[in-house]
Each structure stands twice: as C-alpha cells, then as structure tokens.
C-alpha cells in the first residue's frame, strides 16, 4: 500500500510569490490534515479536510488555503509569501474522523528568499 | 482550544539509560493521546498512543502513562539504544475534533 505522498519536496520561492504543495493520502483514506513544522515550534496545524470539506482550521492567516478533491488529494496554497513561511509542511491522512492514527507524508521544504 | 505542553525540549543519556518525556493537555474533553517519533530528515511516526480509558501502556521498550486527573501523559523509554535518538512529538486529541494537538517536540539523544 503506497504511503502519503507530498510533492512536490523541496521549494525555493521569492517574498510576495505563491505557491501549491500537493499532498495524496493512502489509498482509502478521507481525511487530510496539513501541519507547519519549524524548529522549536513543533507541528502547528493549518486545516483538515474530509470528503472535500474544511473541517476545521488552525490560526494561520488567511494567506494560506487549502482543498481537497473528490478522490481526497489535497492542495494548500499560500499567497503573497513572507520569509517567515519557510518551513516544513507535512500533510497526514486518517482512515475517517475517529481517533486513529495519522501516517505522514515526507513533508514539501519551502524555502522563501 | 487544546494546548499541549512537552518538556524537556531536549534529553541526553547514555546508551542502556532510561528516558521520560512528559506532556500535559488542557482539555478535559481529550480522550486519544498518541505519540510520534521523527527521526532526522523523515516523517513522525506513531510509536505508541493511548486512550483515555487506560492508565497505561506497554509495547516492548515503551510504555506511555496517562494520569486523566492530572491531565499528565508521559512516554516512557528504556534501556535506550543510539536508534532511538530522534524528535518525539506527544499529541492530545478529542472527540469533538479529532484532531491531534502537538507539543513542541523533545529531542532524545542517545550517546553510546
């Protein structure tokens, strides 16, 4: 069975650019949720999403979005980007909305110059 | 909303010693607190996780303890072996939400 995938893995990007990371759960999963992680402040979460809706949202400005497709791949996009967005953003998918674990993807580097 | 504190942000001992990292969680309504290892350059991976109806559990060198009362969870690791250095994260999720609230992260580093 093939893990969460997260593409694309490493991105360099300009102040004020935008950019998509894209994140496919396992085969059979419907929930997705995105994470920020950056050095000491451990994983903050972004958004859920289950069956191509927000479930729910993490305090993050509204510069970053995110969707989820009908097949549960999802995207994040981040808008005018800032130097503080660098960081690594890890997608995890569960089975449904129970309590189970979350298995992650690689995460996509970004890296904002 | 949850707030989950981790501590120590990072832990030395040498090989064959024990190793504790303890959490707490400030919502009474948790009921499912995994816990995730990330080694340097990969994904977290769960390890172990426990729910709110046990106090305790074991999977061979691990073992997490939960006090409901406290609202204290902590992760237990002995005999530690130079593998077993890494990032652990200590999540608490409830079910209203579902979704995992993470602490800071501890950095284990094991010295042979």
């Known amino acids: 069975k093939a893990g969460v995938t997260q593409t694309p893995r490493y991105l360099i990007k300009t102040r004020g650019q935008q950019v998509t990371l894209s994140c496919s759960p396992i085969?059979?999963?419907?929930?997705v949720s995105w994470y920020q992680q950056t050095p000491g402040q451990g994983l903050q979460f972004l958004f859920e999403y289950f069956s191509e809706t927000q479930r729910n949202k993490g305090n993050f400005p509204g510069r970053f979005s995110g969707r989820q497709f009908s097949n549960s791949r999802s995207e994040m996009n981040v808008s005018t980007l800032e130097l503080g967005d660098s960081a690594l953003y890890l997608c995890?998918?569960?089975?449904?909305?129970?309590?189970?674990?979350?298995?992650f993807g690689q995460g996509t580097r970004l890296t904002v110059v | 909303g949850e707030n989950v504190e981790q501590h120590p942000s990072t832990l030395s001992v040498q090989e064959g010693d024990s190793a504790v990292i303890k959490c707490t969680y400030s919502d009474s309504a948790s009921n499912y607190f995994p816990w995730y290892k990330q080694e340097l350059g990969k994904r977290p991976q769960l390890i172990i996780d426990?729910?709110?109806?046990?106090g305790e559990k074991k999977d061979q060198r691990i073992a997490v303890t939960l006090n409901k009362t406290a609202k204290h969870f902590s992760l237990h690791i002995t005999e530690t072996q130079p593998e077993d250095s890494a990032v652990y994260f200590c999540?608490?999720?409830?079910?209203?939400?579902?979704?995992?609230?993470f602490g800071r992260g501890t950095s284990l580093i094991v010295h042979p």
């Open positions: 999540a608490a999720a409830s079910g209203g939400s579902y979704i995992p609230t």
């Open positions: 426990i729910r709110s109806n046990v």
């Open positions: 995890a998918s569960t089975r449904d909305f129970q309590n189970t674990e979350a298995f």
């Open positions: 085969s059979g999963h419907r929930s």
